[in-house]
């Protein structure tokens, strides 16, 4: 709509330089100007987009996406065509395990939205086909998953759904979340750390615990193995003399010193 408003108030100037200031070249210089923004602004998606159907329709979804990529254009159905175009290009017929996950990720929008695009129908079947290779995959990652430990590197939202059960909450700040899980002694066997959405380290905490990575959720007690280091202090607080040490190797992870200081009287 502005640019439409820029197109008329120069189309007014022409007329204005032609027949009120008698400058021809001027004037017609302005026209030609507006006819080539016009095309640009108006023609040239709808030939882009056009074109870009009849690629589709052949299977030069290459050459499609650089047709429609070339003209920017604000129109919904050239957006989610391009989209598609992009997916089909990027990942082929058959997708497969992350790449089938990635590409169904980039369709779910275009089905949702692109209903109006004349080769809705062939997205609808290549997106139910991706879908399919998609799912799969993320049952296989979450198989192995589930059967593993958590891991640096992992997605934050499945650090409950491994071996280990759901973890506890034992520290959190605005940037950094610290989960622990326990044995039935209560020994801390396990620690992670997640900063900034990210999962950033993974321990494993008192050996008599472990066989491998194979978790023996035991109580000690009951062994005449020897005593286990339960340890539910995951900045190991207890071996600062004061709390102005201790704060300033962690200042990055508490709120304020008073924080800091809490934790630490918490902890000694």
């Given at each position: 709509m502005e640019i439409l408003i820029y197109i008329i108030a120069a189309f007014v100037l022409a007329l204005y330089l032609?027949?009120?200031?008698?400058?021809?070249?001027?004037?017609?210089?302005?026209?030609?100007?507006?006819?080539?923004?016009?095309?640009?602004?108006?023609?040239?998606?709808?030939?882009?987009y056009n074109k870009s159907i009849q690629l589709i329709a052949e299977g030069n979804y290459?050459?499609?996406?650089?047709?429609?990529?070339?003209?920017?254009?604000?129109?919904h159905d050239s957006i989610w065509l391009l989209s598609y175009a992009n997916t089909r290009a990027k990942y082929g017929e058959n997708p497969t395990g992350k790449e089938a996950v990635y590409a169904y990720d980039k369709l779910e929008e275009v089905v949702e939205y692109g209903d109006y695009l004349p080769c809705y129908d062939e997205i609808c079947r290549y997106a139910k086909q991706v879908k399919a290779a998609a799912d799969e995959e993320i049952r296989r990652q979450r198989a192995e998953i589930k059967a593993g430990l958590p891991y640096v590197g992992m997605d934050p939202e499945y650090i409950h759904d491994t071996k280990l059960g759901k973890g506890k909450l034992s520290f959190s700040t605005d940037d950094l979340d610290v989960y622990t899980w326990d044995a039935a002694d209560g020994c801390m066997i396990f620690w992670l750390e997640v900063y900034k959405g990210k999962v950033v380290e993974t321990d494993k905490r008192n050996d008599i615990h472990w066989s491998g990575d194979t978790w023996k959720n035991v109580n000690h007690k009951n062994f005449s193995s020897p005593s286990c280091s339960c340890n539910s202090d995951p900045y190991d607080a207890g071996a600062y003399s004061n709390a102005d040490d201790f704060y300033y190797d962690y200042y990055n992870d508490f709120f304020d010193y008073e924080e800091a200081e809490d934790y630490w009287y918490e902890h000694n």
């Amino acid at each position: 709509m502005e640019i439409l408003i820029y197109i008329i108030a120069a189309f007014v100037l022409a007329l204005y330089l032609i027949i009120k200031r008698k400058q021809y070249v001027i004037g017609i210089y302005v026209i030609v100007a507006i006819g080539i923004v016009c095309f640009i602004s108006f023609a040239a998606p709808t030939i882009a987009y056009n074109k870009s159907i009849q690629l589709i329709a052949e299977g030069n979804y290459e050459r499609a996406a650089d047709v429609l990529d070339a003209v920017s254009s604000d129109d919904h159905d050239s957006i989610w065509l391009l989209s598609y175009a992009n997916t089909r290009a990027k990942y082929g017929e058959n997708p497969t395990g992350k790449e089938a996950v990635y590409a169904y990720d980039k369709l779910e929008e275009v089905v949702e939205y692109g209903d109006y695009l004349p080769c809705y129908d062939e997205i609808c079947r290549y997106a139910k086909q991706v879908k399919a290779a998609a799912d799969e995959e993320i049952r296989r990652q979450r198989a192995e998953i589930k059967a593993g430990l958590p891991y640096v590197g992992m997605d934050p939202e499945y650090i409950h759904d491994t071996k280990l059960g759901k973890g506890k909450l034992s520290f959190s700040t605005d940037d950094l979340d610290v989960y622990t899980w326990d044995a039935a002694d209560g020994c801390m066997i396990f620690w992670l750390e997640v900063y900034k959405g990210k999962v950033v380290e993974t321990d494993k905490r008192n050996d008599i615990h472990w066989s491998g990575d194979t978790w023996k959720n035991v109580n000690h007690k009951n062994f005449s193995s020897p005593s286990c280091s339960c340890n539910s202090d995951p900045y190991d607080a207890g071996a600062y003399s004061n709390a102005d040490d201790f704060y300033y190797d962690y200042y990055n992870d508490f709120f304020d010193y008073e924080e800091a200081e809490d934790y630490w009287y918490e902890h000694n």
